[in-house]
């Protein structure tokens, strides 16, 4: 019996860690393992690499996906008919998808033509997202390592700030990832946990009101002389116009987003007259690794584990989900939830977890076990040393 892994949509620091749980664990139940290179655009190629007998147990400590990402959506019959041949030739009974929203819809697509054919292939969606925004899951793997990169980032850059502000730059602003939800601009607010974090919180969910806005920096500045501000790159005008929108559509017709640190730095400026500083850590902070969560990291690989385990006992159809039972002790059980109802939606940072420009004890008390513990890389020469594939180059 024969499986196929692959990998899909934006990255994280702990979507190999999901890869290690369903490699090994399928491995272990003696089955032949391949993975597709670049995804499903890398299997309609028929760009797969057999596992058997390759070291893989360094991609737990390896950030970004090691057999490389895509961002296709399965858009045509041709596309679909493609796939279910090189799923005969190559005798896949056993199909895993690691990826978030749009990567689901193409599971689901596959899962649904396999029954029409009345093929006995099982599909799999193993969840992966920064972003934390798919629904019927409590959280996703890679935010939880994103969350502690983004809180520890604007901690660090707001003690920066508070030692210069006297003479140089008054205001911090760092853009952050989230398109339409505001979980990963949350995180900003941790740092209050060990007594310092962003002073203002930009959410993608709360309409962006300049005059309001300003009134809070000028009040920060007053207070205490710098203001730290931690902006959603999908923060949008009350007229649902993005605040920084880059003209064109990325390849699943989303519209690209950039610049929206800048946009807001120039208002501080042009209002306040203020010196603003900007940083936008763009894929520094999904692929964070040497800071990852250890509690992220073993959940990634548990989730591929138990979607391999599903697979076997007859399952398909389905994306693995983890369901938090306590906060203290904190503690997770694994279920399932049909793919057509992660596909293409969106899990909003909830209203009891935010207020306009900050984060409630709410969030904080969901928040904080995901980004507790460390697992660090093996280091040689000062710097982490991680898992390559050379096959993804070639």
Known sequence: MRVLYAQSGGVTSVINASAYGVLDEAQKAGLEVYVGIHGISGVLRENLLKINGKDIEGLKYTPSAAFGSCRRKLKTQEDINKLFEIFEKYEIEYFFYNGGNDSMDTAWKLYTEAKKRNIPLKVIGVPK??????????????????????????????????????????????????????????????????????????????????????????????????????????????????????????????????????????????????????AIPDYLQRSGRHIASKTDVGEAEAVGRQAVKLALDGVSGVMVTINRVSNSPYKVEYGTVELNKVAEVTKYLPDDFHTDFEVTEEYIEYAKPLIEGELFPKFKDGLPVYTIFKEVEE
Not at 190 to 208: C, K, M, Q, S
Not at 228 to 248: N, R, T
Not at 256 to 276: D, H, N, P, Y
């Open 129 to 278: 997202t920064v972003d934390n925004d798919l629904p019927h899951t409590d959280h996703c793997p890679g935010y939880g390592s994103a969350a502690k990169y983004i809180a520890t980032a604007i901690m660090e850059a707001t003690l920066d700030l508070r030692s210069m502000y006297v003479d140089s730059t008054r205001v911090f602003v760092m853009e952050i990832m989230g398109r339409h939800a505001g979980w990963l601009s949350a995180a900003a607010g941790l740092g209050w946990l060990n007594g310092i974090g962003a002073d203002l919180i930009l959410f993608p969910e709360v309409p962006f009101n300049k005059e309001k806005f300003l009134e809070r920096v000028d009040e920060s500045i007053r207070r205490k002389g710098y203001c730290s501000i931690a902006v959603s790159e999908g923060i949008k005008y009350p007229d649902g116009f993005f605040v920084a929108d880059m003209g064109y559509t990325d390849s699943f017709g989303n519209r690209q987003l950039g610049g929206v640190g800048f946009t807001i730095a120039g208002m501080i400026r042009s209002e306040l007259s203020l010196k603003t500083h900007v």
